[in-house]
């Protein structure tokens, strides 16, 4: 599996314009994740065009990825009970259980990796240019070269009009509009009251969101993170 809070929040972050919500459960057994993944139909089409990762038969570009991505949490001894379903024409949504996310991340990257730290009472997320290796070693779909050119590696030191102005170059013109409007948001909850939190809006007693418009991801002029403790 390629699976973590991080891909949730990426397996589609790069095909360019689309809604994820992920709501994650933190437990102090058997934590959860449950997703749902919107794509645009032209910018299926466009990745379907440019990617070397082509799908067999009648499969888009999404469907062969989500079945992929499916089939790898199962084969992660730190993930399991998965389920992903295609409930539109490029929507899914999916569950699965897992047992620490850094575990996870740490399994899926290789190695220990430095974007997710959870402990007892923490969970730390900081995905940077200088980590950025290790998310594509945890999402692997994310060095293909025909898709790196529109991630973050690439575009160090664009101003969002100048990846606005690219993408419409290469995309067509309806890509800023539709990128604009792409959100990825997090939701979740903790196993305890919530003592401390940063970079992210605490929702309840022991619940938080964390989200940031997609062109964040794309260019991460700025570290997307956030961090909370809870008793």
Known sequence: ?????????????????????EDLTISDGASSSSSDI????????????????????SENIMDSAIRTFAGQIEDAEAGWNTVFIKDGENSYTGVFNFSSIETLADELGGGSQSIITQ???????????????????IVPFLADPNI????????????????????????????????RSSMIEINITVP??????????????????????LID???????????????
């Open 1 to 21: 599996m390629r699976k973590t809070l991080v891909l949730s929040i990426l397996l589609v972050i790069l095909l360019a314009s689309c809604t994820v919500t």
């Open 148 to 179: 790196s050119v529109y991630l973050a590696e690439y575009n160090i030191g664009y101003s969002e009009q100048d990846y606005m102005d690219m993408i419409t170059f290469a995309i067509g013109a309806e890509a800023p509009e539709a990128l």
């Open 192 to 213: 305890g009251s919530i003592t401390s939190i940063s970079g992210a809006v605490k929702t309840g007693d022991n619940t938080l969101t964390f989200s940031f418009p």
């Open 217 to 231: 991801f794309l260019l991460l002029a700025e570290p997307l993170a956030f961090s909370v403790q809870w008793n």
């Open 119 to 137: 402990t007892g009472n923490s969970l730390t997320f900081n995905c940077n240019i200088d980590n950025y290796k290790e998310l594509e070693n």
């Open 38 to 57: 919107n794509v645009q139909q032209f910018f299926v089409d466009v990745i379907q065009d440019y990617s070397q990762f082509m799908p067999s038969g």
